[in-house]
């Protein structure tokens, strides 16, 4: 009998990081982080290795991540909160799911209890 070879399925993941309020607000470099992104992404085991696999395009307030190789959605929420700790914005800024491909950063949303004087 001939041996089947199993073809592997070519991946193809696609995340976005939208950074549109930061961005306008002018408390936060898109540039920056994608440079961050760049540098920390770890593929197989090493940082600086993006190579061919993973692609990191930047728009006006958003960054698309494109991946040929497994990259979970939550590494990319992991590395956003460190470089907004990394930052000091951490504590003005939060990371939202904006649909089952992408993140989206969010100001705290603060209740301020007004005090009535009786």
């Not at 590494?75 to 993140?103: C, E, H, I, Q």
Request: positive net charge; glycine residues 4%; hydrophobic residues 30%.
């Amino acid at each position: 009998m001939p041996e089947k070879r199993q073809k592997k399925k070519k991946i193809q993941l696609k995340f976005s990081l939208d950074c549109a309020q930061p961005v306008e607000d002018k408390i936060m470099d898109i540039e920056n982080f994608e440079q961050f992104l760049n540098g920390t992404i770890k593929v197989e085991g090493k940082t600086n290795n993006l190579s061919d696999h993973i692609i990191i395009e930047k728009t006006k307030s958003k960054l698309v991540v494109n991946s040929d190789i497994p990259l979970s959605k939550r590494y990319l929420k992991y590395l956003t909160k460190k470089f907004l700790k990394k930052n000091n914005l951490r504590d003005w800024l939060r990371v939202v799911s904006a649909g089952p491909m992408g993140y989206e950063l969010r100001y705290f949303q603060i209740n301020e209890e007004e005090e009535e004087n009786s």
